[in-house]
């Protein structure tokens, strides 16, 4: 029997098969029916292969094979120089791997074979561009653009980079060129809506983004562009919504999940922003922004430390990124670490000199090192780059106060009336009388109106008696309910009311000030203080706390206070850790202690065993009248920055005040162990910078045991 030959196909009719499966995307087939024919190396056939190659190349970018598509590109491109297909193929597939020189010159190649080729130059534009070869890369867009005016993608893709040369007036009429030829152009639309936001014109820019989607509704990009849109809009639930709908188009869209992050995070969905930062950086650790974004959260809910690393992963990232440098040295500033952080404000102005927040941030570093020239010239040159700086204005006052430069300072401290998140500036759009400048008061009605805290109302109440006395007719003064007994007594005042009793009778006013004005009003300076105010006490609570005390037997009485109001913005640095931290003043002989302590630490006082020397009277303390009373039957008063303060000082009872290392309040002055506001009276301890509270405390108890004698 002899035995059957199956008959060797050719090599057309493979090629033919080969190509119908091509065709029908079945690349691995025909790669395979290929293969006995192109093999995987160059051979000495490759000139007669050429077709072959190119098939197999096609096939080889369909199967997702980019580097085998290259090698079949390189031997058909060799073996045939004036191949131009093989140079077409070979460019697309460079670029798609990333290799743009060579991508570039296959494409230049092929332009050389065919000069005619109208994608040949508009695909060697796009390979420029991506180089940053801008200038080359607009000359072959308009090359294809000579040879079919009416081409969407090369007018498109010219716009393109003209954009990128920041020639917006041209980009935009490429645009538009490119949109006039095809209204469906779909990038286009999305591209004029950037460089419109970049100009600021929003309404057109919406307009081009949601043409955008008119024509391509699935397109993230577009959605994501309209999000930050309305993010700078202030319409955040449609920013919201528009980040969301492009994240259901496409998950994994780092960009879109970054917005969203800082969508939220206006929101003041801080937890739900920092998970969306998170899932960004697990897509593109790379994510400089997203660093960035993520450490602006951190910090905002005051995880600092967190905030820290943030920052400097988003400034190794990108190393010129100069709110990443700032906001660095905000956190280590508060820190605590004022050299480190002085050293990341400095690098930041290498990368922007003109950065006014940086040289707000200096002056406050140098302030906190008692470099108050250096201060001042960094407050002042944050206001020359950026005049309406509210912070650095209100920094500067305070900072010209406490060295009793009062004339610029308490002017300058009139800026508190243009600043939004205080107090003052929602006072002067509730009441409508004017504020009072300065003018003859003679025969005329004034209200009073308290803005500030309790301590202020105590320190700047003595200005109430000078306002009087300049003739007003009637001085009404508005303040909270702890303050009305102890001020309804106060000379120069005819009437307390409660806020909400005075702004129904504001009409009735010819003017208002807050206490906080008088001294630039009424021209103080640091020789013309006016005394304290002068508090009159009630007799028969007077009695009252003597009795109280009487049970504490013979000794000198000291009042404690150890704590302030925890919702005070500096309370973690002026406020002691506890009752506790006191403790070595127990052991001087003969003295009594009573806690003057209400709200946050006042338990403190009653925990502590019988034998300890203190009496807890917090409790029972029910206004200033109160208070006043108590400290009336006291030797001295020793306490941190708080109300209680002026209001012993007022009194006229020694007073020993302990200050923090870190943000003094400016009433305090600088470099004082007194203050001309309450002269022989007060007495300050000032931490230092490195100082622990124990020291501080025991250099009180040596001064303590001096001035009691024992």
Not at 81 to 87: H, S, T
Not at 396 to 403: F, G, K, N
Not at 422 to 439: D, I, V
Not at 574 to 599: D, E, H
Request: aromatic share 8%.
């Amino acid at each position: 029997m002899t035995a059957t030959r199956t008959p060797l196909r050719s090599h057309d009719a493979i090629l033919r098969d080969a190509t119908t499966l091509c065709a029908g995307q079945q690349f691995a087939d025909a790669l395979a029916l290929l293969a006995p024919i192109v093999g995987e190396t160059a051979s000495a056939n490759d000139a007669a292969l050429a077709h072959a190659l190119q098939l197999a190349a096609t096939c080889a970018s369909g199967a997702g094979e980019p580097e085998r598509a290259k090698a079949f590109w390189v031997r058909c491109s060799e073996a045939a120089p004036d191949f131009a297909e093989g140079y077409r193929g070979l460019g697309a597939t460079l670029a798609q791997l990333g290799q743009l020189a060579e991508a570039e010159a296959a494409y230049e190649r092929l332009t050389e074979l065919r000069p005619d080729d109208i994608d040949a130059h508009h695909h060697r534009g796009l390979v420029l561009q991506r180089l940053g070869r801008y200038a080359s890369a607009e000359a072959s867009q308009r090359a294809a653009l000579a040879l079919e005016p009416g081409h969407v993608g090369a007018r498109y893709h010219l716009g393109a980079v003209l954009h990128d040369q920041r020639r917006l007036d041209e980009a935009e009429a490429a645009y538009r060129e490119a949109l006039a030829a095809d209204p469906q152009c779909a990038m286009a639309s999305n591209s004029l809506g950037n460089l419109l936001c970049e100009r600021g014109r929003f309404d057109e820019a919406e307009e081009a983004y949601r043409q955008a989607l008119l024509a391509q509704p699935q397109f993230p990009e577009a959605l994501n562009n309209l999000a930050a849109l309305f993010k700078a809009r202030g319409r955040l639930p449609e920013a919201e919504l528009a980040c969301r709908l492009a994240l259901q188009m496409r998950p994994d869209f780092a960009d879109a999940l970054n917005n969203l992050g800082c969508v939220l995070t206006a929101l003041k969905r801080l937890p739900e922003a920092e998970n969306a930062f998170r899932q960004t950086l697990a897509l593109r650790p790379d994510f400089a922004d997203a660093h960035y974004n993520l450490g602006c959260v951190l910090h905002t809910t005051e995880r600092v430390a967190e905030a820290e690393s943030a920052y400097r992963e988003a400034l190794r990232l990108a190393p010129n990124r100069v709110e990443a440098a700032n906001n660095l040295g905000c956190t280590l500033l508060a820190l605590g670490r004022l050299h480190d952080a002085l050293a990341a404000f400095h690098h930041a102005l290498t990368l922007r000199a003109d950065m006014a927040e940086t040289h707000f941030n200096i002056g406050s570093i140098m302030k906190e090192l008692g470099e108050l020239d250096h201060a001042e010239s960094a407050y002042r040159r944050a206001l020359v780059l950026r005049p309406d700086y509210g912070d650095a204005m209100f920094r500067l006052a305070t900072l010209l106060i406490s060295v009793g430069r009062f004339e610029e300072g308490f002017l300058l401290y009139e800026c508190r009336y243009g600043m939004p998140g205080f107090a003052p500036h929602a006072t002067q759009s509730m009441l409508p009388c004017p504020r009072w400048q300065g003018e003859p008061l003679t025969g005329k009605t004034l209200l009073v109106w308290q803005e500030d805290g309790l301590g202020d109302m105590l320190q700047f109440g003595r200005y109430l008696h000078a306002l009087k006395a300049r003739g007003a007719a009637r001085v009404a003064f508005a303040c909270v309910a702890p303050l009305h007994r102890l001020f309804a007594e106060v000379e120069g005042v005819d009437v307390v009311l409660s806020h909400e009793a005075a702004l129904a009778r504001a009409n009735e006013f010819d003017c208002w000030i807050s206490p906080l004005s008088a001294p630039l009003r009424l021209g103080t300076t640091l020789d013309t203080i006016p005394p304290p105010l002068r508090i009159a006490q009630c007799p028969s609570r007077v009695e009252h706390w003597r009795a109280r005390l009487a049970d504490l037997g013979a000794g000198h009485r000291i009042g404690l206070v150890w704590k302030g109001n925890p919702k005070h913005h500096n309370d973690a640095h002026r406020s002691l850790p506890m009752l506790n931290a006191l403790a070595p003043l127990w052991g001087l002989p003969g003295v009594k202690f009573v806690s003057l302590q209400k709200g946050a630490g006042e338990d403190e006082a009653l925990s502590l065993p019988a034998c300890f020397p203190i009496l807890p009277l917090g409790a029972d303390l029910d206004d200033f009248t109160d208070t006043a009373a108590l400290i009336s039957q006291l030797d001295l008063v020793i306490c941190v920055d708080t109300s209680t303060a002026h209001l012993a000082a007022s009194l006229g009872k020694p007073c020993w005040v302990l200050l923090p290392s870190y943000d003094v309040d400016w009433r305090w002055m600088h470099g004082r162990d007194d203050s001309p506001w309450y002269p022989e009276t007060v007495r300050l301890f000032r931490r230092g910078r490195e100082e622990p509270w124990p020291a501080v405390v025991e250099r009180m108890r040596a001064a303590c045991a001096q001035w009691l004698g024992v």
